[in-house]
């Protein structure tokens, strides 16, 4: 479409809000004449509008408003589906192809006109101006290092998680775990007794979801080069440790609860919980029906940021509204897996002081010929 055409289309789509001159009195009398077809053209205009107005939000995805207000593309928090936008403090998550939006540190979400009237403080008409200011304008795609998946809608998430085999000693998800991860062989082995471990593609690693009733709804895909969610799974919460444990230790991704886990060395009275950094109603509805248990401790361990704060501040709310005890559990790294790392560097720097302030070792004697 050329640009005088995208500029008819958005002059059309703007015109019911600009300022109009007196009503013709011919139009008015021809009303008059026919009373009985006014509600029709009446009618017929609003149809006519919102098929302007949505064919404007078809031609300026949610990707262009952000980067027009600043905001850049975390490729390594992203996926396909779920473009993540960062500016400073906040985050918008791109969803639907462009078409739709949500903030993962509140309940705001739309679609290109409510992100517009949210980032610039707009109603509607000045958003729709607004937008119509961008047509045009190319936002930049995000490049992807993993190809795009084609799954089978016929074959179940629960079919497509038992044809995975568990990682095992030596395998590339095993050394990806223990070697890029640092977690510890014994936490990696009770995850895969756990059955919530999966060989993932080219050395990744998937980590469960379940639901209440025990089934897989889907799950994280951490691999060296890129992070993601089973297509067509759903988040619910990753569980690591006792079913019947009262303290609940609940943080914002898989490999970040193993990681606490390793460094609680898996406290046995604790349940380690993910929620894949998203906070759907099941995710909500699975921690209260958990929470709800007499004695339970419920342990905000997310992240050391704004986002991290905010999931806390839910958990701390749901614990009120059930009376039960509540704690905020911050790694001094920003996750507990970059804490891990921190101190598995610190403790590999500590074994070789030692085995130096052990003295050479002793020189070998010559032999005599």
Known sequence: MTQGANLHVAGRALAPFALRGPPDPGARDAGRRKPEGKGERERARQNMEKKEVQELRD???????????????DVKESTR????????????????EGRGWFDPLSDAKGDV?????RLEGLRFPQALS?????????????????PSRVCDPAVSVAERWD?????WPGSTTWRYLRDERCLPEPVIRAAIWQNVLREGPRGSVWAAHRNACGAVTGWEERGPDWRGFSAGGTKVLFMLGRADALRLCVTEA???AMSLAALEHVRPDTLYFSTGGGWSPTTEATIRLLAARQGVLL????????????????????????????????????????????RSVDECERKKREKGEGGLPHARRSRQG
């Open 130 to 146: 607004h937008v119509t200011s961008l047509v045009g304008f190319v936002a930049k795609e995000p490049v992807w290092k993993r």
């Open 163 to 167: 044809k995975r085999r568990k990682p």
């Open 113 to 117: 006109f409510s992100l517009a009237e």
């Open 81 to 96: 589906r779920a473009v993540k936008y960062r500016r400073a403090a906040d985050i918008v998550i791109v969803i639907h």
């Open 254 to 256: 898989a490999i970040d």
């Open 299 to 342: 342990v905000a361990a997310t992240d050391n940021n704004a986002q991290g704060d905010v999931y806390a501040d839910r958990l701390e709310a749901i614990a009120s509204e059930l009376a039960c005890d509540f704690e905020r559990l911050r790694p001094s790294e920003e996750d507990w897996n970059a804490e891990l790392k921190a």
């Open 59 to 73: 031609r300026v995805p949610c990707a262009v408003v952000l980067e027009n207000a600043g905001f850049a593309v």
